[in-house]
């Protein structure tokens, strides 16, 4: 995917001036943060000071350029509070890509701020965070680790995107290795989730469906986070020796579960890659989540 396809073929430049070629407007980038926010929300209006600061300061010298992805209810609330700000935005008219952005994101409560990379890939969905801790941008463009750990304590996007878990509590040292790499090998090129049937549009406009962001990779090696998911899909606690289960969560889809192999056959690659196969095929049996 590209920028363009992703955003579109115009973006309004700072002061609402007219709209200008995507190309020309994110030309040089070094990657592209998307600013999903909007002048009624709070939080959003205590978040955006901080990140213009943090821009103009650091991140626009270090090649970010941000598009600002509004959810005012109205145009005169879009020109006020996008006058504030010294980036991009999509032009408010078009309400069709902003549902399918949101939809291909994941944003599930504002502000969010995403980033790609210029090839439209993504990077992080945690950008809000992360300006927040490093406004510097020491380590810029903060990049998802392909694969966490649930025992750091940090969920990352489990609540908002399909998640494949290889829990593991009871393994070895040797096993929970094992474990880290298969899924490390499997995020090299990790397909993206199918697209969910949806459409956003309205006659005479185009419709934009986007296929969700990205699997997100997990290990679990302990912590209270892996024994929560062993609850909600109803797993007993881990043990000294319980054997290692792989699982495919979607929560964004009402809760849903999918089980996959237990014992020595979750630790390998080939399980998790037939796991991701099984689900885009939709072979695999749906259950929900306690």
Not at 14 to 34: D, F, K, N, Y
Not at 96 to 122: C, G, N, Y
Not at 131 to 151: I, K, S
Not at 227 to 233: M, P, Q, T
């Amino acid at each position: 995917m590209s920028l363009v396809r992703l955003l579109g073929e115009r973006l309004l430049p700072a002061a609402r001036q007219a709209a200008i070629p995507t190309t020309e407007a994110l030309s040089g980038a070094s990657a592209v943060a998307l600013y999903f926010s909007a002048s009624w929300c709070p939080p959003c209006r205590g978040f955006t000071p901080q990140f213009t600061t943090a821009y103009n300061e650091a991140l626009k010298a270090k090649g970010m350029r941000c598009v600002l992805v509004s959810s005012d209810h109205d145009e005169e609330s879009f020109d006020t509070y996008f006058g504030k700000m010294p980036w991009l935005a999509l032009p408010y008219e078009q309400r069709a890509r902003k549902e399918a952005l949101s939809a291909h994101f994941q944003v599930r409560t504002i502000p969010t701020l995403a980033l790609v990379d210029p090839s439209a890939r993504l990077l992080t969905t945690e950008a809000r965070d992360a300006v927040v801790r490093d406004p510097q941008g020491l380590g810029y463009p903060w990049a998802e680790p392909a694969v966490r750990d649930l025992a750091e304590g940090e969920p990352g996007r489990v609540n908002s995107a399909p998640s494949v878990i290889l829990l593991c509590e009871g393994s070895d040292a040797a096993e929970q290795q094992m474990a880290k790499e298969a899924l490390e090998a499997v995020a090299r090129d990790a397909p993206l989730p199918p697209e969910r049937p949806q459409q956003h549009g309205e006659p005479g406009v185009e419709a934009f469906s986007f296929a969700p962001a990205g699997y997100a990779l997990f290990v679990a090696t302990g912590g209270p986070l892996a024994g929560k998911v062993r609850e909600l899909v109803r797993l007993p606690a881990a043990l000294p020796g319980s054997p290692p289960s792989l699982l495919l969560l979607d929560i964004p889809a009402n809760g849903a579960f999918y089980a996959g192999p237990t014992g020595e056959e979750a630790l390998t690659e080939v399980a998790v890659r037939k796991l991701l196969d099984d689900y885009a095929a939709n072979r695999l049996e749906r259950q929900q989540l306690s």
